[in-house]
């Protein structure tokens, strides 16, 4: 089901308010609008169509749908998605988004790129972050299909073979250390970081091999070429790559960020709410760092949590209900005897 097209700036605004309004229609933003869509709660997904993952074909690690295309995994879920009449869904991009009243239960209204104006008692925020990778020449070309971020997405198909890690700064350690679980690793400091006397210890401990030498290019597969000419044959290549938000509305409405590892995130709580009253933030937007089955896991808890604000308030929205909430035990020892 999809709204109709814009009528124009004085009269596109849809008069009937949206329980919820998720921002992003990716893996995160599908799972939350499939809690609220089974909840009878009648939604508007936004979807600019650009999947943080589309430059990766396969997905892994996801429970049932391991190996799958990455586009398909999203396909499916828009799909099954649509399938409940109360979902509205619109290609385009929110440009703004305000609360309304005092921002305390009035709703929101989000602006479309062409002016339109929709409004909803709840926003979900599933917008996603950018990367941003290092300026190596034939690394952005490589990106998804040989060159990676996530050893727990990508790792296992490389078959234990060789490798590199390109340095991009302190966060690089941690890749070189955990990625000999996967294969001969290789760590190419390219003068964006020098381990300390006990880093070169631990690195030497999980067997990586350190190169100094500047990396020139990438080239075939994942191949590493130096400054002084050299070649490093890979099957892979990883990189921690710096990140920024997609979309500035959490900015606008005032959420608070966190600044992690690779770059910022909307701060929520366990509910996925954001600071902001109303707003809920889930994916890679509101979480340090992501995969498909985390943005899976993080929508179910936003839509869950945004359908219960609706039903019991804002202020009970973070609250369950006494019955799931026993006194807190100190520690495993103390729980074991009682």
């Known amino acids: 089901m999809h709204i109709p097209e814009?009528?124009?700036?004085?009269?596109?605004?849809?008069s009937a308010p949206f329980d919820a309004i998720i921002v992003g229609g990716s893996y995160a933003g599908l799972s939350a609008a499939t809690q609220l869509a089974r909840a009878r709660r009648r939604v508007l997904v936004i979807d600019g169509g650009q999947r943080r993952n589309r430059y990766a074909s396969h997905s892994h690690g996801f429970l049932t749908r391991d190996g799958s295309g990455t586009a398909a995994i999203a396909?499916?879920?828009k799909a099954q998605l649509l399938a409940y009449a109360t979902v509205t869904w619109l290609d385009g991009t929110a440009a703004q988004a305000a609360a309304c009243g005092d921002g305390d239960g009035d709703g929101f209204n989000v602006t479309l790129a062409d002016g339109s104006v929709v409004h909803g008692r709840r926003l979900v925020l599933a917008t996603g972050v950018i990367d941003e990778l290092p300026r190596v020449e034939g690394l952005a070309a490589r990106?998804?299909?040989?060159v990676f971020h996530c050893p727990y997405c990508h790792g296992y198909e490389l078959e234990?073979?060789?490798?590199?890690?390109?340095?991009?700064g302190p966060l690089s350690m941690h890749h070189a250390l955990m990625l000999p679980d996967w294969g001969?690793?290789?760590?190419?400091?390219?003068?964006a970081f020098e381990p300390d006397a006990a880093q070169l210890a631990q690195l030497d401990a999980r067997g990586v091999?350190?190169?100094r030498t500047p990396v020139a290019q990438i080239d075939g597969v994942a191949d590493v070429v130096l400054a002084d000419g050299s070649r490093h044959a890979m099957a892979g290549l990883f990189v921690a790559t710096r990140t920024r938000l997609a979309s500035s509305l959490a900015g606008e409405l005032g959420c608070l960020l966190e600044e992690g590892a690779m770059g910022p995130f909307v701060r929520t709580d366990e509910q996925k709410a954001s600071s902001v009253p109303g707003v809920f933030c889930c994916g890679d937007a509101g979480r340090?760092?992501?995969?498909?089955?985390?943005?899976?896991?993080?929508?179910?808890m936003a839509g869950v949590a945004a359908h219960r604000s609706l039903m019991f308030g804002l202020d009970q929205a973070a609250k369950p209900?006494?019955?799931f909430s026993p006194a807190p035990v100190t520690n495993a020892a103390s729980a074991l005897a009682k």
Do not use: Y
């Open 209 to 211: 091999t350190v190169v």
């Open 184 to 191: 001969t690793v290789t760590f190419f400091l390219n003068d």
């Open 288 to 300: 340090m760092a992501g995969s498909v089955a985390f943005a899976v896991a993080d929508g179910a």
């Open 143 to 146: 990106w998804g299909s040989s």
């Open 6 to 14: 814009p009528r124009g700036a004085d009269s596109a605004t849809i």
């Open 160 to 168: 234990q073979g060789a490798i590199g890690v390109l340095a991009t």
């Open 75 to 77: 396909e499916k879920g």
């Open 321 to 323: 209900p006494s019955i």
